[in-house]
């Protein structure tokens, strides 16, 4: 298997829940020194034993970025994405769908690969913002969501003009995830690639962290409620909740059940 961002929140436990079903990891970091945590404690019996091996990958979005990491592999879980919650869209949105494109074209070179777990969010299909009125309350419940929905209330906003404000950063996410996701079945209709694909859209994802960068994480939500931080909570809107845990159970499904094809 192929983890891509081995040293994230949701990656780390992607490639636990592999190693703990026998099967073998390759994860893809940016620099090894800063991985040293997931084969010198996490993960250090299975590197020992060749389960798990870190590979470089510098620039996601370069375009043969993945074509080393991907020989060989069986399945991929792409989870790596750009770093850090930016509301310039210039700055986020190019980079997050060239890495989509780059890891895709590398791995409809490798013939040994036969299924991708892309993640998504579902901030790519719509933005949960609280109800200011009965009329809103109205449409929500009529409002449907299915994998032809796309957020495109994100998307305007990801049009606007300047200035990119703090309180933009979440319409930025949001408009990257559509953008990442539709250049995600654009080529999966466009190549007909020999693997299946499936994309995972999680809402906001909390649990166990496995190192102090998780604790510190920007989005770590429940750290910045531990510190009364409520300055860095208001430009998110309010959200659900999954544990990592289950997340990282639906990158085990989309890879292993047969049944889960595109």
């Not at 166990?208 to 409620?225: D, G, M, Q, R």
Request: with cysteine; glycine share 4%; net charge negative.
């Amino acid at each position: 298997m192929l983890v891509t961002g081995a040293t994230g929140f949701v990656a780390s436990h992607v490639i636990r829940q592999f190693l703990h079903r026998g099967y073998k990891v390759r994860g893809t970091v940016r620099d090894l020194a800063q991985a040293s945590w997931l084969v010198d404690d996490n993960f250090k019996s299975y590197a020992e034993s060749g389960h798990f091996e870190p590979v470089v990958v510098p620039d996601l979005a370069a375009n043969d970025a993945f074509d080393e990491a991907v020989k060989g592999v069986s399945a991929i879980a792409h989870i790596a994405s750009v770093v850090g919650f930016d509301p310039n869209p210039n700055s986020v949105l190019p980079q997050t769908v060239a890495g989509v494109n780059s890891i895709l074209t590398a791995t409809a070179k490798e013939p040994s690969v036969r299924e991708i777990a892309f993640t998504s969010s579902i901030a790519a299909a719509t933005m949960l913002i609280a109800a200011q009125d009965a009329s809103m309350l109205i449409a929500a419940k009529d409002a449907w969501v299915d994998r032809n929905t796309w957020n495109e209330m994100a998307v305007q906003a990801f049009l606007a003009p300047p200035p990119y404000e703090p309180s933009r950063v979440m319409f930025t996410y949001a408009a990257s995830k559509v953008a990442a996701e539709k250049a995600l079945w654009q080529f999966v209709e466009e190549k007909k690639p020999h693997y299946n694909v499936s994309a995972i859209c999680p809402f906001a994802i909390t649990g166990e962290p496995f190192h102090l960068k998780h604790v510190e994480a920007f989005v770590n939500w429940v750290t910045k409620i531990f510190k009364e931080d409520k300055a860095s909570l208001d430009p998110y809107f309010a959200s659900f909740f999954v544990d990592v845990q289950d997340v990282a159970n639906r990158y085990v499904a989309a890879i292993l059940d047969p049944e889960i094809k595109n």
